[in-house]
């Protein structure tokens, strides 16, 4: 009896190892009746939405830095202000600065005539009596000094105060000679006669511009400028004759 051979297939290994590419079933065979599950909104998760935060401007540097200038420079000013102040507090407690006195003692007129050409040529000696009642500062009296005498808006005679130098508590006598000539005087002559009989007194007017320095131990200061006014009534203006001083008051300010 023969057998009929059975042929069994043979297992291709190749075959096996091919992956299918593509799905069998199209996608959109594969769409039930509510659609597709890909899009459903329930089996899909929310996107978190950001809020806008807008950014803030950039700062100006140029502004900052000039801020910082202006404070720093307001910082410096004030420490240099509290210094000055400082030094000066001290100073002054130091040598306790009292102000120098000023008086006139005598005056003499050695000239007082009106010329042809209406002018008015004068001459007077002043005696100043300067006092410094300071115990630690001395006065240095510079050249460059002015004196004058007027009469109302006239000015009659002008002169300088010698240089010297004035100690502690110290009381100097100054002799001062000036000299003057005043143009279209009759005016000037007239008033004085009226003054002088009216009143039976002539006022005068001294001013005294000094430069001086101050000298604090044995530091020399800058140099800076003594003022000094003086009221002066006296009983006439007479040619070569000392005249009388009736009251006399002065002033005494400082001027850098």
């Known amino acids: 009896m023969s057998h009929d051979p059975k042929i069994h297939p043979v297992h291709d290994p190749e075959a096996a190892s091919v992956r299918p590419s593509a799905p069998l079933v199209p ?55 509290v210094v000055v102040g400082a030094t000066i507090g001290i100073l002054y407690l130091v040598f306790k ?20 050409d209406s002018s008015l040529s004068t001459a007077f000696n002043v005696t100043i009596t300067a006092k410094n009642p300071n115990e630690k500062i001395g006065i240095y009296y510079e050249n460059g000094s002015k004196i004058t005498v007027w009469y109302t808006q006239a000015k009659l005679s002008q002169g300088s105060l010698p240089k010297f130098y004035q100690g502690h508590e110290n009381t100097t006598v100054i002799y001062v000679e000036m000299t003057g000539q005043t143009r279209d005087a009759t005016d000037i002559m ?28 044995k530091l020399k200061l800058m140099k800076v400028r003594f003022l000094v006014r003086c009221n ?18 002065c002033k005494f300010r400082l001027r850098l």
Do not use: H, M, W
Request: aromatic fraction near 4%.
């Open 27 to 81: 996608r959109a065979a594969s769409r039930s009746e509510q659609g597709d599950p890909a899009k459903d909104p329930l089996t899909q998760r929310p996107e978190r939405s950001i809020p806008y935060t807008p950014l803030a401007p950039p700062r100006k540097r140029g502004r900052s830095c000039c801020c910082r200038c202006v404070c720093y420079t307001l910082c410096l000013l004030l420490l240099l202000v």
């Open 97 to 116: 600065p009292k102000l120098p006195d000023y008086s006139i003692n005598r005056l003499q007129l050695t000239q007082f005539a009106l010329n042809q």
């Open 190 to 217: 007239t008033t004085l006669r009226e003054q002088q009989q009216r009143t039976g007194n002539i006022p005068l007017r001294l001013r005294v511009n000094q430069p001086v320095r101050i000298k604090l131990g």
């Open 232 to 249: 002066v009534f006296v009983d006439s203006l007479a040619a070569n004759n000392v005249i009388k001083i009736q009251s006399s008051s």
